[in-house]
């Protein structure tokens, strides 16, 4: 009754008021506490450099520390499936990719998260060819004496990928079935480890992303024969394309970007797309990047939705027709 008494007077109004404008205004005050950044994959990978790079730029133009956090493991779905369960007050992001967001539907049985309806994509942040690497030991020095010497040596070789249902892994299996050559697939968490099994020769090849195999190019410890892309890397500009060296019609890139459980509130999504939009196009975060071999992208939150969708619905026809599955 007292509250009825009291909704009937000029007060009620003023309550009213008051309750309406209380959400845009906890909405402008995030963040008020550190933010958590889960990378997919372990330090010192391409993903974790993009990280730490751009939470440098965020706990700046945030005024709040942002912790980077490193859950390696199942080919990126454990943090990716940790970020869609996390609470989605805004604190906590995953920077993901390519293998848990459009190739994990399409690999495993039963994926525990789906990427476009228990997360919200924020931003794309890089995207880049992989790089074909072949171990020094290994006679090849183009991609057509790496065909003919598997197909003399059928199942002998074996191919690192930087996990289950990465872009380094389908890259290879498709190199595999277009080429009709027979190798051993030996998944890592993440590009370190596996770079170092061919450096040493545990494995003979891999696809990985420049930044993780251009330093060992450097150091003579690996041989790096083609790039993944439809066209020649910029920053790799003597490597012919794969399609350019003898599988025609090859393309296969890799990309990653930022997003936040599903039920994120809108406001503070499109706050984490301008921050990091800026952070991208910001002089020194382009030299950082380019200097470890990525290509920084940006752009809308929706153009990000679009590109995991599309990429969905290439590689899902040809993750079937290879046969590639994850149990």
Request: proline share 8%; aromatic share 6%.
């Amino acid at each position: 009754m007292g509250w009825l008494r009291f909704c009937g007077s000029a007060g009620c109004s003023h309550v009213l008021m008051l309750l309406l404008i209380a959400g845009p205004a906890a909405a402008q005050t995030w963040p008020v506490k550190p933010l958590k950044f889960v990378m997919t994959a372990p330090a010192g990978s391409s993903i974790d450099v993009i990280g730490r790079i751009l939470a440098d730029k965020l706990k700046d133009t945030l005024r709040q520390p942002v912790v980077v956090e490193n859950r390696a493991g199942g080919g990126g779905t454990l943090a990716t499936d940790y970020a869609a369960k996390s609470a989605p007050d805004g604190y906590t992001m995953v920077l993901s990719f390519n293998g848990p967001l459009s190739f994990g539907p399409h690999l495993y049985a039963k994926l525990p998260y789906d990427p476009l309806k228990d997360l919200l994509p924020v931003v794309i942040t890089t995207s880049q060819p992989n790089v074909l690497a072949v171990s020094v030991a290994l006679p090849a020095a183009s991609l057509k004496e790496l065909v003919a010497y598997a197909k003399a040596h059928p199942g002998k070789l074996s191919y690192a990928s930087v996990g289950n249902g990465s872009s380094s892994h389908l890259s290879m299996e498709l190199l595999k079935s277009m080429a009709g050559i027979d190798m051993v697939h030996v998944p890592f968490n993440g590009s370190p480890p596996a770079i170092t099994s061919v450096a040493g020769n545990d494995t003979q090849l891999l696809f990985a992303v420049p930044t993780a195999i251009t330093p060992l190019a450097r150091a003579g410890k690996v041989k790096l024969l083609a790039v993944s892309g439809a066209t020649r890397y910029a920053l790799t500009p003597d490597l012919p394309t794969v399609a350019e060296a003898g599988l025609p019609k090859f393309e296969a890139l890799a990309w990653n970007g930022v997003l936040v459980p599903a039920g994120t509130s809108a406001d503070i999504v499109a706050r984490l797309n301008r921050e990091l939009n800026t952070a991208l196009n910001d002089a020194d975060t382009r030299a950082r990047l380019n200097a470890a071999g990525l290509d920084p992208v940006g752009g809308s939150a929706e153009a990000f939705r679009e590109l995991i969708q599309s990429e969905s619905d290439k590689w899902g026809p040809i993750i079937r027709r290879i046969g590639a599955r994850i149990d």
